[in-house]
Structure formats: C-alpha cells, structure tokens
C-alpha cells in the first residue's frame, strides 16, 4: 500500500472544462507539496500546503489541504492545454527526502 | 544556468555495465537528493546528502548502486552491473538547507536505458 493514493490516474479532458484531482492517505501530514512535471522535464513545486482546512490559489489552481491534514485536493477551472502534465503530491515523513504518489496524468485537448 | 544541471540526459548502454551519473546542484544549496522514475510512476527516494554526507542511504536499491558528493558540490550516481531493471528517469534535486520547509528544486534527468 502506497503512502499517498492519487486519483485519477489518467484524465483527458477539453479545454476549457474544470477537474479536480485528488491526494490521499491514512497518516496525518505536518505539510503536503503539488508538483507538475512536464514530459522531459523535472517536476515543479506548485504549493506548499501547512495548516488544516488551508486553501491556497494560483492563478486557475486551488488546493485544498484537508482539515485533519491526511488529504488534500488541487482543482483547476477552465482547463487550458498549457495545463497538461504529470500533478503529483509529495510529503515529508521526517526522512528529509520527499515520499511521492504515484501522479494525475492530465491531458487538455485544445 | 542557475538551475540543478544532469549529465548525460540520455544514457542507452547494454546490460552488465556500469554507469554514471551526473549531477550540478544549484550553487550554495547544501542538501541534494537523488530519487528514480519509472515509466508513467511518481518518483522513488535513493538517497540524500548533506553536505558530503549521506545520512540515509536507505532508498538505495540493491550493492549495486552507490552515490558520492564531493565538495558540497557535484554528486555522482553510480549504478554497477546494470539490469533492465535499472532502465528509469534519474533525477536530481537541491535544496537550500534539507529543512522540510525549503523547496527542492529539480533537475531535468537523465534518462536510463538499458537494453
């Protein structure tokens, strides 16, 4: 069993329609991180997530940390192709490395 | 560039050999860590420096890897006797001070082949 389950794997969807995607797990968090990671590329820190109940906005982005900070939820409006890519969340387990799930592979049709 | 810089971005090599990794942290960043990508996976946690110290080294595989970081600068992954096992994106990240609270930032990869 992963420490994080993200979910869905796969979406594809057409620009301009909103998704949300989801992070979860059993274990209580002191932080939660987004990452986008383009084809190619490395991943992109997108957010820190700290307090339970948190909700943080980047631009068409909103992230949610849940209120017992075991979950967390990234929703994005009006979709754009610019949006595709690979959204993982990652944790720290005291460990000082980054513990990810497994991803959300978002495709936006134009 | 200002960013954590990876050599070789591609690397096909056959079975049974070794290879190396490279890995240019952003300057100054004094923890950098080195996780593994399988195809269409979240990433796996090899090791983490400190300075010139590994203090875990808990992620690693198998005997057959092992990581060096010299000067609180560059590292190098090492895989010896590689298997099809091994074939992944390697990626490398830096961050300022390996506090949780400071952001890792990432390199682009290398990406491994083994055939």
């Known amino acids: 069993t992963q420490l994080l389950e993200q979910s869905p794997q796969f979406l594809s969807i057409q620009e301009g329609e909103n998704l949300t995607v989801y992070c979860n797990s059993s274990s209580v968090f002191s932080s939660l991180q987004w990452y986008r990671q383009e084809p190619g590329e490395g991943p992109v820190l997108l957010v820190t997530v700290v307090t339970g109940g948190e909700v943080k906005k980047l631009k068409r982005l909103t992230f949610q940390f849940g209120d017992a900070r075991k979950d967390s939820s990234l929703h994005i409006t009006a979709a754009q192709p610019g949006d595709t890519g690979l959204y993982l969340c990652?944790?720290?387990?005291?460990?000082?490395?980054?513990?990810f799930g497994s991803g959300t592979r978002l495709q936006v049709q134009p | 560039g200002a960013g954590v810089s990876q050599s070789p971005s591609n690397k096909v090599t056959e079975k049974g050999k070794d290879v190396e990794l490279r890995c240019d942290p952003i300057?100054?960043?004094?923890?950098l860590y080195w996780y593994r990508q399988r195809l269409g996976q979240g990433l796996e946690f090899l090791i983490y420096?400190?300075?010139?110290?590994?203090?875990?080294k808990s992620g690693l595989p198998s005997d057959r890897f092992s990581a060096e970081r010299t000067g609180e600068s560059v590292s190098t992954l090492t895989i010896q006797r590689t298997q099809q096992e091994d074939s992944a994106v390697y990626l490398c990240?830096?961050?300022?001070?390996?506090?949780?609270?400071?952001?890792?930032?990432f390199g682009d990869g290398t990406r491994l082949s083994i055939l």
């Open positions: 990240a830096s961050s300022s001070t390996g506090t949780p609270s400071q952001p890792q930032h």
């Open positions: 990652a944790v720290d387990t005291g460990r000082r490395a980054l513990t």
């Open positions: 300057s100054g960043h004094t923890a």
């Open positions: 420096f400190q300075g010139n110290s590994a203090p875990d």
